[in-house]
Structures are given as C-alpha cells and as structure tokens.
C-alpha cells in the first residue's frame, strides 16, 4: 500500500478525479487549500502578478492506493502535464506505508 498525496490548482480538481478513477482508485480524499508561492527570486518579466507573494486557490487529494496502481497514476498525470499549456501542473508525490490499520 501507498500513500499518495496530489496537489494542484483547485481548476484541475475535476481531472484529478478522472485521473484516479481511469487509474482504479476506488476511494480518496480531497480537501481545498491555499496555494502559495515566494516569487521574490524570480525576475519581474516572470512575475507577471507584480507581486512577490502570491495565494492561489488549490487542491490536495491523499489517497491509499495499492502498489499496482501507483505507476498508472504517475504515467496519466505525466501525460496530463505534458499537454498544458500553462505554468500550472499536477504534482504527485508517493509515501510508502509501513503499517496501516
């Protein structure tokens, strides 16, 4: 079993939910957060907010998912991130679980 935690902007909420069902998630959790970001390093051309502080609406799903669905997960959202166009992404990261109850 393992744990994985999925972040994102809060407009990729419906295809992280797509994500985990055509990747045999059965069952999840989500919560709504703030995102936030210190641009202070990046140059103003980049910082299109103009500000160094930046909150974003966001998602953050956890879900136990059996060892043989974790390489599906990562290939869709790899796929899913590939084709955006924008700065924003996916982000998937994997915990393993020692004991579970």
Avoid: C, P, R
């Avoid at 989500?30 to 500000?51: C, H, I, L, Q, R």
């Amino acid at each position: 079993m393992k744990l994985l935690l999925i972040t994102a902007v809060k407009e990729f909420e419906k295809d992280i939910k797509q994500i985990l069902k055509k990747s045999g998630v059965k069952s999840f959790s989500y919560k709504n957060v703030s995102g936030f970001k210190d641009s202070s390093g990046d140059s103003m051309e980049a910082n299109w907010f103009a500000t160094n502080m930046q909150e974003n609406e966001s998602v953050l799903f956890y879900a136990f998912v059996e060892k043989e669905n974790v390489d599906t997960v990562f290939s869709i959202v790899a796929e899913f991130n590939e084709k955006q166009k924008s700065a924003s992404h996916i982000h998937l990261a994997m915990l393993n679980i020692e004991k579970s109850n």
